[in-house]
């Protein structure tokens, strides 16, 4: 039982720390060879930091436990409203009323309800991966759309600043870009195989199904760097990149990993996750109506409210 919990742990801190090497190695590729800046925030840096929920998926539709990738995606997107934006609301008022982020969560919103009415087939298999691909690719051409519309329409901004991505360094040489990029393509197969493994091994022991642990020990883990960046974000007084991070990790774990994973395999849907969690997922969605559409602030009483509410869920869940 420790070592499980041993692999559990490494596994997930070597999917953080390849996850965060890959985006690094990515970005500066892309800028190197000429990408510009806002078709690799929209693209690679998308992909780089949900490779771990990625990886974790079709790992265990590999390894038999398909559970386990279903609940980890609909337990992620419940840690990222409640979780993540309830912690740093403990330590700095978030001021979303001054967002523009209406677009993009609706967007979110019809992305939730379309994954809700897909698992009600009972299953996510290919004709539902492509489905949901479809729907991240018309996303994904609606916000390159829109941003370069705003790119246009302000002409002092560059048209290829580094600054706007996280991870980018002008000057990093060829050999740390290439070292990058192999830490993240080794680091994140070995880190789900672990991780995978770990938290199978832990839900048989205790007797709870591995789509619980999804839904709430891989959930909160893979959820961390999100949480990380939003409590940079809020102390720095930066709520359209704290929201604008949980909408965007939200629609590309509906649609980009499930969609993906379905393709490698056939993803059953648990009687209790149609019951209870997908509910759940879309309510926590909801919440965020007031801050979104009625200029509300998230301040600290936002902030226990949100924490207790998950707090609650897990303790249900678990």
């Known amino acids: 039982m420790l070592m499980d919990w041993v ?35 929209l693209t690679i840096v998308a992909f780089g930091t949900s490779a771990p929920e990625l990886l974790i998926s079709v790992q ?18 419940t840690a990222n409203v409640l979780m993540v934006l309830g912690v740093p609301a403990l330590l700095a008022v978030m001021h979303t009323g001054a967002c523009e982020s209406r677009n993009s969560y609706m967007q ?11 698992a009600f087939r009972g299953q996510f298999d290919w004709i539902a991966g492509l489905v949901l691909l479809a729907a991240l690719a018309a996303m994904l051409a609606h916000a390159a759309r829109t941003a370069n519309n705003h790119r ?57 199904s591995e789509t619980a642990i999804g839904l709430t020990l891989v959930a909160v883990g893979t959820s961390l760097p999100e949480l990380a960046t939003t409590v940079m974000a809020a102390l720095r007084r930066q709520a359209d990149v704290a929201l604008g991070n ?20 056939d993803i059953p849907v648990d009687a209790e996750i149609l019951r209870f969690d997908l509910w759940v997922m879309l309510g926590a ?19 226990i409210a949100f924490s207790v509410l998950y707090i609650a869920y897990v303790w249900v869940v678990l």
């Open 285 to 303: 969605s909801l919440i965020l109506v007031p801050f979104v559409f009625l200029g509300l602030n998230i301040n600290r009483i936002w902030g």
């Open 108 to 118: 979110m919103i019809a992305a939730t309800v379309l994954f809700i009415a897909l």
């Open 246 to 265: 949980v909408i965007g990790s939200n629609m590309f774990n509906l649609l980009g990993i499930i969609g993906v994973a379905a393709l490698v395999g």
């Open 60 to 77: 265990a539709i590999r390894e038999g436990v398909p559970g386990l990738a279903l609940g980890n995606v609909v337990g992620s997107n």
């Open 152 to 208: 246009k329409a302000d002409a002092a901004a560059p048209a290829n600043d580094p600054d706007d991505l996280e991870g980018a360094d002008p000057d990093l040489p060829w050999p740390r870009i290439v070292l990058f990029l192999a830490l993240g393509l080794i680091g994140l197969p070995l880190g789900a195989d672990l991780l995978v493994d770990g938290a199978s091994n832990i839900a048989r022991e205790f007797g709870v």
């Open 7 to 41: 692999y559990t742990g490494l596994g997930l801190l070597i999917l953080l720390l390849a996850g965060d090497s890959l985006v690094k190695g990515a970005v500066n590729l892309s800028l190197r060879i000429g990408i510009p800046a806002l078709i690799v925030s």
